[in-house]
């Protein structure tokens, strides 16, 4: 059981995955909002009847799944239908995710959440002991998102401006692991923190 749970963040293109990684190779649960996302709108599940009964049958997919690109669409034209899904799927996530930290074995555990800042922070997720924030600077998610995605540049600008500041989430931050040098520099970053989440979490 861990009692010590730490809320990881950072934008698109920050880096997330790799430390996530990192701290999973130490031997540390990481309980991932993305993934709690798609399972809270999954196909039979009472979120995914929810969103039907609040935008209708036409966001399902043939195979009675979430139509997940026509729902995407939707939610960035209109700004009251992003605000309405996330009512449905916002709730079902932070539980989610508390149970599955609450049930981690080890001394602390992990929950990655991409929009934490941008969810409520501190005030959506209280139960966080800390806040983890990965930090770029804009130019390196740009060129990141350009490498990585193959996309355009005005659709990587979109991207970036859609999620909040980097000072919005440097302004919720605990702890900062800034991520624009080399993948292996990361490794002692993530293990000064292990060090310090495990002394944080004795009791």
Request: charged share 25%.
């Amino acid at each position: 059981m861990s009692d010590f749970i730490v809320g990881l963040t950072g934008g698109v293109a920050s880096g997330k995955s790799e430390i996530t990684r990192r701290f999973e190779a130490l031997g540390i649960a990481v309980a991932d909002a993305d993934l709690a996302a798609r399972e809270a709108v999954a196909a039979g599940s009472t979120g995914l009847a929810e969103v039907v009964a609040e935008f209708g049958p036409e966001v399902l997919a043939d195979d009675g799944e979430l139509d997940r690109a026509a729902m995407r669409r939707r939610v960035f034209a209109h700004p009251d239908a992003r605000r309405r899904l996330e009512a449905i799927v916002h709730p079902r996530v932070r539980a989610a995710l508390r149970a599955a930290c609450a049930t981690a074995a080890g001394m602390y555990a992990i929950a990655a959440i991409p929009l934490l800042a941008e969810g409520g922070g501190r005030t959506a997720y209280p139960w966080l002991d800390r806040i983890l924030v990965i930090d770029v600077p804009v130019a390196v998610q740009h060129a990141r998102l350009l490498q990585r995605d193959g996309i355009d540049a005005a659709l990587a600008d979109r991207m970036i401006a859609a999620q909040a500041t980097r000072q919005q989430r440097l302004a919720i931050a605990d702890d900062v692991i800034v991520n624009d040098g080399p993948i292996d520099a990361l490794d002692a970053h993530v293990a000064a923190l292990d060090r310090r989440y495990r002394s944080l979490a004795t009791p």
